[in-house]
C-alpha cells in the first residue's frame, strides 16, 4: 500500500472512530464491547463504505445506485465467507 493510500487509510479509520463513539452515545451504549456495540461498529463501517462508494461514483460521473452497492457488499461478503470456508 503506497503511503497516499495509508494516509487516506488512516484518515477514514481516524473519521470511523470519532462516528462510532457519537453513535454510541446517541444509542446510549455503555458497553462498547456488547452485542449493541459491535451493531454500532457494523452501522459505522457499513455507512463509511457507503460515503465511499458515493464520492467515488459522482467523481467519476456514475449515478450513485444504493441497491448497486447492496448487491456487491453482498457479493463481496459471500465471497469472503467462502474464502474463509476454504482456509479453515
Known amino acids: 500500500m503506497s503511503t497516499q493510500h495509508k494516509q487516506a ?16 452515545q446517541e444509542r446510549d451504549v455503555a458497553d462498547r464491547h456488547s452485542e449493541e456495540g459491535d451493531l454500532v461498529v ?8 457507503y460515503r465511499i462508494f458515493m464520492r467515488i461514483c459522482e467523481e467519476n460521473g456514475l449515478d450513485v445506485d444504493a441497491g448497486y452497492f447492496a448487491d ?3 457479493d463481496l461478503a459471500e465471497e469472503v465467507a467462502q474464502d474463509q470456508d476454504y482456509e479453515d
Open 72 to 74: 456487491l457488499a453482498a
Open 42 to 49: 457494523l452501522d459505522v463501517a457499513i455507512l463509511h463504505a
Open 9 to 24: 487509510m488512516d484518515a477514514v479509520l481516524q473519521a470511523a472512530a470519532h462516528d462510532i463513539v457519537a453513535t454510541l
